[in-house]
């Protein structure tokens, strides 16, 4: 009898730690809008304020930021000190033009390491890729999370508006590099503006081995991302997933901060995954 009490609280203590190791991780991913004049009055100085209201509210543990230019990457690391950010200029990979950063929560989140690569022939050196209009970038990450001590991928990235090519060979080259990166098979978050629609072709080889949260979430909504300061044009940001136990939520963020009705012409999307 003694030895069956015994056992049972073993089986007890092991289900309390499993159940203990199991954490919620929040994941967004924000296409910013670069700082553009013409945008009147919804250019970046009248809106920055509003996106740190946001992300302090939201609280992400991690996220990725697509068209943010070096002063934006910068006036978002001195207003959210509680985050710590990586990623490069995509024109000559050390800090200009538009930054695919991605930002952790120092408390949740430890960096193990990162890089970047291009979308293009030449993926270690800055470059355009295929009939791409723009350099396109992914900077990736693997990350330990402080409260379960395990291990995960992030990669964030911007695929080009304009070249077919690009798009399609942009994604395929990230399907391949998402493959090579992680032969110990840690879960993996893939966020972006992939600037296609979710039903391109584009899609199907990455939807072979990872999953929108969009689609799988247990509460989800189909709210389009683009909004166009008001002229909605459908979902072209994503938060891709895999080897996660569950999603919980996935959501377009819609609310206004900082009493301003857009804080970007890309609603941000965000997601509660566990494991």
Not at 50 to 76: C, R, S
Not at 90 to 98: A, H, I, L, P, W
Not at 157 to 171: E, S
Not at 191 to 201: A, E, L, V
Request: proline share 5%; with cysteine.
């Amino acid at each position: 009898m003694k030895k069956l009490l015994i056992c049972a609280a073993a089986v007890a203590a092991l289900f309390a730690t499993s159940c203990a190791e199991t954490v919620e991780l929040k994941v967004m991913s924000y296409n910013i809008r670069l700082d553009h004049p013409n945008d009147g009055d919804n250019a970046w100085p009248n809106r920055k304020e509003a996106t740190i209201e946001m992300v302090k509210t939201l609280k992400p543990d991690v996220f990725g930021v697509q068209e943010a230019l070096p002063h934006q990457v910068q006036y978002m690391s001195e207003n959210l000190p509680e985050y710590a950010c990586a990623g490069v200029g995509r024109e000559d990979g050390v800090s200009k033009g538009e930054h695919m950063s991605i930002y952790w929560n120092k408390e949740t989140i430890e960096m193990v390491e990162w890089g970047t690569y291009w979308l293009s022939e030449t993926p270690e050196e800055p470059s355009y890729g295929w009939d791409a209009a723009c350099k396109r970038t992914a900077t990736w990450a693997l990350m330990k999370d402080k409260r379960n001590g395990r291990k995960f991928f992030f990669v964030n990235t911007h695929l080009d508006h304009r070249g077919a090519l690009a798009q399609k060979n942009g994604l395929q080259l990230l399907v391949e590099r998402i493959a090579a990166m992680n032969p110990d098979g840690y879960p993996m978050v893939l966020t972006g503006d992939f600037n296609i629609y979710p039903d391109s072709p584009c899609l199907v080889d990455l939807d072979k081995v990872m999953t929108s949260t969009r689609k799988i979430a247990v509460k989800t909504d189909s709210l389009d991302t683009f909004n166009g300061w008001g002229n909605a044009k459908g979902v072209i940001d994503y938060i891709y997933v895999a080897g996660f136990s569950a999603v919980p939520e996935y959501r377009t963020v819609t609310e206004q901060y900082s009493q301003k009705p857009f804080i970007s012409d890309h609603y941000p999307v965000i997601s509660v995954l566990n494991y």
